[in-house]
């Protein structure tokens, strides 16, 4: 704002200011000066918020109190008087802006463009006007007793009802004003006002009409009966119909007519012989008027305000579920479908659409997974609407619309309804591609291992023809190294061919899921070290150390079991520094439902900051020649665990080296014989 513009402001705002001061002095109800009205409290308020960041601001500060004063002398009061009013002016319109600022900073007058909204405003409003009333009031009341030695408690009472209640109805007018002009302009006002239909125009001119009418007819009623009660029927009307804006105008003609005939000794007031009390009870029923009017106004300003959010935020929700990949139905204790998005019908052949009835398994060809029907009872939204979640299951879909058939994950969640009833909320995920990536890779991996037990058969062929041909020649010195290796490698040979087996057997299942079945971990870990130690033998390297503690079986897949150990083992004894004799210490204990090992060695540990890292897809920690590797192994071991529903994690030895920790269901039936 330039400082022209803003000098031009304080100048029309004290204009302002003094006129309503004018009009104030000139409403006594007698002699001693008891004014029914106090306009020049809500134009103090007004202008200290429309000037609460011009550069003239300290001007401001200056001319109200000057203005208040000068009027007052020029209406014949008395020095000390209008120096205490001056001060009181300057000290209500301050306190005002300050408690407003600090309860509601985003109105217009509080420092931001917002106008009143919400009920809640209006009390922000009412609070403000109040505590500034009584600041003001404070020290108006230390003038008039400077000035004649005592200030009436009922001249206090009506100094505060009259400066509240013309804050309240000329602060709430001067905020909706203040908010329109800065945020939109006057000429967005009108084009509003354009675009209202004729109908709402004469529904607008009849109300106000009517209104005025009935409360002229209350005031100018010559046998002053007490009907004032009946009047706020038609402000509440009045609220309920028509805008925010117009509840204003209609509260300022409403203390307009009560204030002017209460003056002319007219209405349901005139009979109060008492002026200070007559003009506390025009205050109080004017205000009454204002609150009542903006409380219902500004509720129903907020309803709409809440229920138009509501509708943009339910077609955002709307447009988000429509573009989602993945198929969602609602479907209610009926079995209508109260939603779902386009997905839905294209993953299930394009067979269901919003107000349908949900079919049976075999309206929609519905397969388990194995190729055998889903029977009726099965389905998961039946399961959900009888209170049960189901999280997982996999089908198969083939019908007209996809008769190449489609595989899809289905997760179901009931929700209760108020009635005790449950409505389901079903999730279908298209796997199809996963089924076939997975065919694929099975195929694969079933062609390779089938392929490497020929090479294999040849070994022990050859190996035990060897052995038969070394064990009939005479006594030699090497004969018996001779033999220890040739079973070394025969033992070598009958691990890999064991684990061809499993692999083979695990590679060509139809699920490529674990299959838990309770293990010896005992066993298996023996296995695993054994054949780790023969295989450092056979390189020529030191032969590793173990020290074996308890091991509690476990529910698992015997085959990823004994891949997961294997790789674990191998890495902490691959990781060791040179001349150095590996030492792992493998333990577990049961906590409940979980088994947790322990793997640690004394190697040469893990690189600060990749402790989570190295479970990565080609992480390697350690990128010298010296150890090489795919980085694959520890992320295979993270999936294998992920896969049996435990975590996995790495951390520093405290004795040096590392220490491997993961978690594996526990058995909760006799063990098998490791595979």
């Known amino acids: 704002m330039s400082y022209r513009l803003a000098l031009a402001r304080t100048v029309l705002f004290a204009l302002l200011f003094g006129t309503a001061v004018y009009i104030g002095r000139r409403s006594a109800l007698d002699h001693a000066g008891t004014s029914l009205v106090w306009p020049a409290a809500g134009v103090g308020a007004i202008w200290f ?169 209350g005031f100018a009623y010559e046998d002053r009966l007490p ?16 805008s925010s804006p117009f509840v204003l105008l209609h509260n300022s003609v409403v203390g307009a007519i009560a204030v002017q005939y209460t003056l002319g000794g007219s209405g349901p007031f005139a009979d109060v012989q008492d002026s200070a009390v007559r003009a506390v009870i025009v205050q109080l029923f004017v205000a009454l008027v204002c609150v009542v009017g903006l409380a219902l106004a500004l509720g129903r300003d907020e309803r709409r305000h809440l229920h138009n959010q509501l509708a943009r935020e339910k077609d955002l929700l709307r447009a988000i579920i429509d573009s989602m990949a993945d198929g969602l139905a609602v479907i209610e204790p009926d079995g209508r479908v109260s939603l779902r998005n386009p997905a839905v019908s294209t993953l299930l052949g394009g067979v269901t659409s919003p107000g349908d009835r949900m079919a049976g398994a075999g309206f929609y060809g519905l397969y388990h997974v194995d190729g055998t029907p889903v029977p009726d009872n099965d389905l998961a939204y039946l399961r959900a609407l009888a209170g049960q979640d189901v999280h997982g299951v996999e089908m198969l879909v083939r019908n007209s619309g996809v008769p190449e058939g489609r595989f899809v994950k289905v997760n179901a969640t009931a929700l209760l309804r108020p009635d005790g009833s449950h409505r389901a909320v ?58 220890d290796d040739l079973d070394r490698l025969s033992r070598t040979s009958a ?158 030895n405290p004795g040096g080296g590392s220490c491997f920790t993961f978690t594996l269901p526990a058995a909760t039936v006799p063990v098998l014989a490791p595979a």
Request: aromatic share 8%.
């Open 49 to 217: 918020c429309a000037q609460r960041f011009a550069r003239t601001k300290w001007l401001d500060f200056v001319v109200l109190p000057v203005v208040l004063a000068a009027v007052m002398l020029a209406t014949d009061a008395h020095p000390a008087q209008a120096a205490g009013y001056g001060v009181a002016g300057f000290v209500q319109a301050s306190v005002f802006g300050v408690l407003l600022s600090r309860w509601r900073p985003g109105l217009w007058g509080g420092g931001g463009t917002e106008p009143m909204r919400a009920p809640r405003d209006l009390w922000a409003l009412l609070g403000a006007a109040f505590g500034a009333s009584v600041c003001g009031c404070a020290v108006g009341s230390l003038g008039e007793w400077l000035d004649k030695g005592r200030y009436p408690l009922e001249l206090v009472v009506l100094s505060l009802a009259r400066n509240t209640a013309s804050i309240l109805i000329i602060g709430s007018a001067g905020m909706f004003a203040g908010a329109a002009l800065s945020r939109w302009g006057s000429w967005r006002l009108r084009l509003r006002l354009a675009g209202t239909s004729h109908w709402r125009i004469l529904e607008y001119v009849g109300i106000v009409a009517c209104t005025t009418g009935a409360y002229l007819a």
């Open 227 to 242: 009907l004032s009660f009946a009047l706020l029927g038609w402000t509440v009307l009045v609220a309920t119909r028509l």
């Open 426 to 483: 079903v999730l279908f995920h298209d796997v199809t591609a996963e089924h076939r990536h997975r065919d694929e890779l099975t195929n694969f991996a079933g062609v390779v291992a089938h392929d490497l037990l020929n090479p294999l058969a040849g070994v022990d062929g050859w190996t035990s023809a060897v052995h038969e041909s070394v064990a009939a020649a005479p006594p030699h010195p090497s004969l018996e190294q001779a033999l």
């Open 495 to 652: 691990r890999m061919r064991g684990l061809i087996d499993g692999l083979l057997a695990y590679t060509t299942a139809r699920q490529a899921t674990a299959s838990p079945v309770p293990v010896d971990t005992v066993e298996l870990v023996a296995d695993v070290t054994s054949a780790r130690a023969d295989a450092a033998v056979a390189a020529g390297k030191v032969e590793p150390k173990f020290s074996i503690g308890v091991l509690p079986p476990v529910a698992a897949d015997p085959v990823l079991l004994r891949q997961l150990l294997d790789n674990l083992i191998g890495n902490a004894i691959k990781y060791t520094a040179p001349g150095v004799t590996p030492f792992l210490t493998i333990d577990a204990h049961r906590a409940g439902d979980l088994v947790t090992f322990t793997i640690a060695d004394n190697g040469i540990g893990i690189p600060q900051g990749q402790h989570a890292a190295i479970f990565g897809n080609f992480h390697r920690a350690h990128t010298s020649s010296t150890f090489l590797g795919t980085g694959l192994g520890l992320a295979i071991c993270q999936r294998i665990v992920e896969r049996h529903g435990g975590t996995i994690s790495a951390s520093d």
